[in-house]
């Protein structure tokens, strides 16, 4: 009989880079644990009727799940030493992100989510570079953006960098996104290509511009109380499981935005990238905002990103 039972929570389907990585972390604890685990992934919370995405939140912080996967921002209000991965056009490439998030500013947001959260962060995976996409016009310069109705995530940061660039940022969980696409109920949407692609964004939006302006962070969570309350070797299985995961992830991440690339093209659609000079009218657009977060969060954690 197993020792342990980890119930891992999920909100996108199969094909997700986030929901392979967690199969290679599964498929890792049972080599190394064997009988002593059982690693179940559990069904996609969207696909409940009535579920949304962030309740995987809360069943993993009261222990009715073990595990999920869950894009940082949602946490930024409780850690806001997060929140810099939520400032625009702050990381340029994934080397960057990578170096910190395994370094010394990884060992401090994991300090500061096990002092402030129910959580552990057993790893930082990638959510992929951001972009742009619409239903009206191309985007080349924040008078584009004007007027248009963007779905945003629960993030402060992101809905006040989106007001800057004349946008009319609305919260809309993972669960009803696509339907709010579809719809038209908003003109706009940001994602990586890979969400873009996944949840069928291009069938309503023939308008893509690789803005790049966010690199988002997906942190691989753990009720802490279980994770602590485990034997020292069960504890360091985790950890390495999480550890090569995370390499799988990453590399899943990277060659998909090469394939999705591939398949916007494949159905008729070519995205816009910009020029250094529109790239640099968007961020000087937001800029008062990354000096505002700079102010309240303090040069080191900047310096720490690198």
């Known amino acids: ?174 669960a009803d996104y696509p339907a709010a696409v579809a719809s038209g109920e908003v003109d706009a949407q940001e994602n990586p290509l890979t969400n873009s692609y996944q949840f069928g964004v291009h069938k309503h939006h023939p308008y893509f511009t690789l803005s790049g302006h966010l690199f988002g962070v997906s942190l691989l969570l753990c009720n802490k109380q279980i994770f602590d309350a485990r034997p020292a070797d069960m504890r360091a299985a985790m950890e390495e499981a999480a550890g090569i995961a995370t390499s799988a992830q990453r590399g899943f991440a990277a060659a998909e935005d090469a394939e999705m690339m591939a398949q916007l093209r494949a159905a008729g659609i070519e995205p816009l990238d910009m020029t250094d000079a529109e790239r640099a009218a968007f961020k000087q657009a937001v800029q008062p905002v990354v000096d505002e977060a700079r102010a309240e969060l303090g040069e080191e954690l900047f310096a720490a990103l690198g």
């Open 1 to 174: 009989m197993p020792t342990i039972t980890i119930n891992f929570g999920r909100y996108q389907g199969d094909a997700s880079v986030h929901t392979r990585g967690a199969e290679v972390f599964g498929n890792e604890l049972v080599t190394r644990l064997g009988a002593r685990v059982l690693f179940q992934l559990e069904a996609n919370i969207t696909e409940t009727p009535g579920a949304k995405a962030a309740d995987l939140l809360d069943l993993v912080e009261t222990g009715q799940l073990t595990m999920c996967y869950f894009a940082s921002s949602y946490l930024a209000g409780r850690v806001p030493e997060i929140g810099v991965f939520d400032l625009p056009f702050l990381i340029d490439s994934r080397e960057k992100a990578y170096a910190a998030l395994d370094g010394g500013l990884g060992e401090l947001l994991k300090a500061r989510f096990a002092e402030n959260t129910g959580f552990r962060v057993l790893a930082f995976w990638d959510n992929g570079f951001r972009h742009f996409s619409n239903n009206a016009r191309p985007l080349r310069s924040p008078a584009d953006c004007q007027g248009l109705k963007i779905r945003s995530m629960n993030s402060e940061l992101h809905q006040k960098s989106f007001r800057r660039l004349g946008f009319e940022p609305v919260f809309i969980d993972v």
